[in-house]
C-alpha cells in the first residue's frame, strides 16, 4: 500500500503512537504486486515473492505462516547481490493465554 499523502514517510514507524491508517484513504502500490500465499497440509501457508523494482533492484517477502508462529523474511537485492545485512527471518511467536 502507498502511504496516504497526509503523512511523511518518517512519520510511518511503529514508534508513532498517534499513526492511524484510514482504510478509505489506502491505494495499492505500484511498486509493490500483491503477494499470493500457498496453504499446506498440516494447516500453514508460505509465500516466497520476489518484486521488481527497477534499476535491478528486488524486494523478496519470503513467510511461513502457522497457527503457532510467523516467520518473516524480507531482502534486498541489487544487480543479484543482497543489501540486507541479516540472513535469519524474525519469527513472531503466538502466546497463548
Not at 502507498?2 to 514508534?15: K, M
Not at 535491478?56 to 519470503?62: E, K, V
Amino acid at each position: 500500500m502507498q502511504v496516504p499523502e497526509r503523512l511523511e514517510p518518517a512519520e510511518v514507524i511503529n514508534a508513532n503512537e498517534e499513526l492511524f491508517f484510514d482504510y478509505h484513504e489506502l491505494k495499492e502500490s505500484e511498486r509493490f504486486k500483491p503477494a499470493l500465499y500457498q496453504y499446506h497440509e498440516g494447516d500453514y501457508f508460505t509465500v516466497h515473492h520476489p518484486n521488481d523494482l527497477g534499476n535491478g533492484m528486488t524486494f523478496t517477502l519470503i513467510e511461513t505462516l502457522t497457527k503457532d508462529y510467523l516467520q518473516v523474511m524480507e531482502l534486498l537485492e541489487r544487480n543479484g547481490q543482497r543489501l540486507t545485512p541479516y540472513d535469519t527471518p524474525l519469527i513472531y511467536k503466538r502466546i497463548k493465554t
